[in-house]
């Protein structure tokens, strides 16, 4: 799944469901083409040569445990840099300043440093081969098998969202028909992701991270070069849209009116923590890129230097939508032609020559693409080894559920299609995504931070509190908010409360349940609960793992104090 951190721009329409501004055609040329194609064989040829490597189950769903720290770590940040992420952040500076900082200094960092920290020991230290078969162990069958479920479900459904929001954008950049963009992207993710298995998806999501930023750093500079640097960008834009436009935090007081529809306690709180550790510690189309580690501190230190990138990577989206709230004053309103997230393709038009425009299409097909392949492989490792293997087709030789994997794997690229077009239904795919995380995610990670933090915390007490949250935060969502019960100034206010309640009550439902019913055999809880170790947490490190620079603990807490020190410039007027 995509992560929280893009879904400002859900609240008012900053990305929504209709076509870009067809005035943004871009003067694409043979030589735009050529690097584009060079792109797609380049994929292709990691794909095949990751293919070598697959013998086992093991190999094709989790590379083997084999991985170096630096390539999942890479990869981690690449599996949530999705084009949606890179047009809605966009979107989102041009409506709302650079309040969309939040969604990644306190939507991303505190909660990647946990997972790196705190969970990732529990996680590759029981040897599971993915989140809910966590689930299994530290509860039961029953939690386990609905987890499957819902993560499988809702994998394809994000999955589905980033093939439609890709065709949007090929179709108005282009020129191809929707259809041609979401079937020829698919293709080479069911390719290259059958073929090498996730080995293929991590290599190609480091090839996808650097194309990205290849395609991003030179809209960002040309933009500001062309509005008169930062301070000529900061003066207009305080002259057009006020001082709290280029302020974190102005305008968040609690009963104060801001465009977010949130304050500092709901972004605190709702983002900051539900929302966020939510996502990040919970979701498996991440968590996969660092059980593929190749030992325990690798796997720690994968969301660790994955934290790094994604401080610095907020510029590269807000500053292209800021310039375009400068060049073009009347953006996303009713006397403009161009929506919010027409700001990245816009830029793209009017500061990229040929050559380099080829460059940031092929970024934007490389996001779409490192977005559904994430997904795509999380699916087919829970369907295979959660839900197949576990339930239906049990006690196979090992070879078979490669090859099942596999057909799976062509089973969800075609149920992504079809999920493409359920997005094409709701009029703001940005909101829809943030409303699956509050109902999926959310849940998932109250379970698990009490089981892993309560050893009294019963069996039962799993499938019930998971049930609960989410069925309080739909029932928040689709009847106190869409209904009117209580008056929620935005989709983006209203996923954030959904969030907040869901975790409340699936934290009260398992506190309840557990009063009543049996808790699980202490000695079946090492390495599963706070406090206690298992065998595999006792993992010595490998030759290089203790030099100073690669403990944990320094990466995590470095990465905290530098997202807070990136707050100074914008809490402050100087």
Same mark, same amino acid.
């Given at each position: ?10 609240? *008012? ?72 992420? %890179? ?57 386990? #098998? ?11 459904? %994000? ?78 834009? *305080? ?26 306690? *709901? ?65 996303? *309103? ?12 816009? #830029?793209?038009?009017?500061? #990229? ?63 992504? %299609? ?135 603990? #320094? ?20």
């Amino acid at each position: 799944m995509q992560s929280p951190t893009y879904q400002a721009a859900g609240s *008012t329409g900053a990305f929504n469901h209709s076509y870009l501004a067809e005035g943004l055609r871009l003067p694409t040329n043979a030589l735009d083409y050529t690097i584009l194609a060079i792109y797609f064989v380049v994929v292709l040829g990691i794909g095949l040569a990751a293919r070598r490597s697959v013998k086992t189950s093991l190999d094709f769903f989790l590379s083997g445990r084999s991985l170096p720290a630096w390539v999942t770590g890479l990869a981690f940040v690449a599996a949530n840099l999705g084009a949606t992420e %890179i047009l809605g952040m966009a979107a989102t500076g041009a409506q709302y300043g650079v309040a969309v900082v939040h969604w990644y200094w306190i939507g991303a960092i505190p909660a990647m440093v946990f997972l790196g920290l705190v969970m990732m020991p529990f996680y590759y230290g029981s040897k599971v081969r993915s989140v809910p078969e966590f689930l299994l162990q530290r509860f039961d069958k029953s939690a386990h #098998l609905l987890s499957s479920v819902l993560f499988a479900f809702a994998a394809v459904l %994000i999955a589905g969202v980033n093939l439609y929001a890709m065709a949007i954008v090929v179709e108005a950049l282009l020129g191809w028909p929707q259809w041609v963009a979401i079937v020829v992207a698919g293709f080479f993710v069911l390719a290259y992701i059958t073929v090498g298995g996730l080995s293929s998806a991590i290599y190609n999501e480091v090839l996808q991270f650097f194309v990205i930023l290849a395609a991003l750093i030179p809209i960002t500079i040309l933009g500001l070069k062309k509005v008169g640097g930062w301070d000529g960008l900061s003066d207009s834009l *305080t002259k057009s849209h006020g001082d709290n436009f280029l302020s974190a935090w102005g305008g968040t007081g609690i009963g104060d009116a801001n465009p977010l529809g949130a304050n500092w306690l *709901t972004i605190v709180l709702g983002l900051g923590f539900v929302l966020s550790f939510g996502y990040w510690t919970t979701n498996f189309a991440e968590v996969q890129r660092a059980l593929s580690a190749k030992n325990l501190s690798a796997a720690q230190r994968t969301p660790l230097i994955a934290a790094f990138p994604k401080i610095f990577i907020v510029f590269l989206v807000m500053i292209p939508g800021l310039v375009a709230a400068v060049l073009v004053p009347n953006i996303g *309103t009713a006397s403009s032609d161009l929506q919010y997230n027409d700001a990245i393709p816009y #830029l793209m038009q009017e500061l #990229l020559p040929n050559g380099v425009l080829g460059i940031a299409v092929t970024g934007l097909l490389a996001a779409f693409m490192a977005g559904m392949a994430a997904n795509v492989s999380s699916f087919n490792t829970v369907f295979t080894t959660d839900i197949w293997q576990r339930y239906v087709v049990t006690d196979r030789e090992d070879g078979y559920y490669v090859r099942f994997g596999r057909l799976i794997t062509a089973v969800g690229v075609l149920a992504s %299609i079809g999920t493409a077009f359920i997005a094409s239904s709701f009029s703001n795919i940005m909101s829809y995504l943030q409303t699956l995380f509050s109902f999926f995610n959310v849940p998932m990670f109250v379970v698990f931070i009490i089981g892993m933090f309560w050893k009294r915390a019963s069996m039962k007490s799993g499938v019930w509190g998971l049930l609960a949250g989410t069925t309080a935060a739909m029932v928040n969502y689709f009847w106190i908010y869409k209904q009117g019960v209580i008056s929620i100034p935005s989709d983006q206010g209203a996923n954030f409360v959904s969030a907040i309640v869901g975790f409340v009550a699936g934290a009260v439902v398992m506190v309840a349940v557990t009063l009543f019913t049996a808790p699980k055999p202490e000695a079946e809880l090492a390495g599963l609960v706070y406090g206690t170790r298992s065998p595999g947490m006792e993992e010595a490190p490998a030759t290089g793992d203790d030099a100073w620079y690669r403990k944990p603990a #320094l990466l995590g807490w470095g990465a905290i104090v530098l997202a807070a020190l990136c707050y100074i410039p914008f809490s402050f007027s100087f």
